[in-house]
């Protein structure tokens, strides 16, 4: 892959490493409680758990994976080399785990009243990727 000097002098764009068994175990119809259990710091796990709760109208249970994922995701990115801020590009898979969580907590967060949350995580994940933003909104 190149690499490319940041013209804007901000931050370079924060790639997680590839961790592809929760992922493969997720596309292979895994159950994705298993895999967080296997995989406890998996970011996908976590969001996909949040994702399933909240399509059966769980918010609550939606919002606590998905701010686990959230946070094992900024776990991450910490030891990546991520300072707090800087784009995480949507377009790398090992980030999308991350992406989600933070967007399945953004979307909780507005389904029980966490308005400033809601704003805090959806700005968060528009600064981080708009890909992601559009992608997942």
């Known amino acids: 892959m190149a690499t490319h000097e940041n013209l804007l002098g901000g931050p370079a764009p924060t790639h997680l490493p590839d961790d592809p068994e929760p992922r493969d175990l997720l596309a292979s119809g895994a159950a994705p409680a298993d895999v967080a259990a296997k995989y406890p710091s998996s970011s996908l796990a976590w969001a996909q758990l949040a994702d399933d709760a909240f399509e059966t109208g769980n918010t609550v249970a939606s919002y606590?994976?998905?701010?686990?994922?959230?946070?094992?995701?900024?776990?991450?990115?910490?030891?990546?080399?991520?300072?707090?801020?800087?784009?995480?590009?949507?377009?790398?898979?090992?980030?999308?785990?991350?992406?989600?969580?933070?967007?399945?907590?953004?979307?909780?967060?507005?389904?029980?009243?966490?308005?400033?949350?809601?704003?805090?995580?959806?700005?968060?994940?528009?600064?981080?990727?708009?890909?992601?933003?559009?992608?997942?909104?």
Do not use: M
């Open 64 to 137: 606590a994976y998905a701010r686990t994922g959230y946070h094992r995701g900024l776990d991450a990115l910490r030891r990546a080399g991520w300072k707090g801020h800087g784009p995480v590009p949507f377009e790398h898979e090992p980030n999308r785990g991350f992406l989600r969580a933070l967007h399945a907590l953004a979307r909780a967060a507005q389904a029980i009243g966490e308005s400033e949350e809601y704003e805090r995580c959806s700005t968060f994940l528009r600064d981080s990727s708009p890909t992601a933003a559009d992608t997942l909104g």
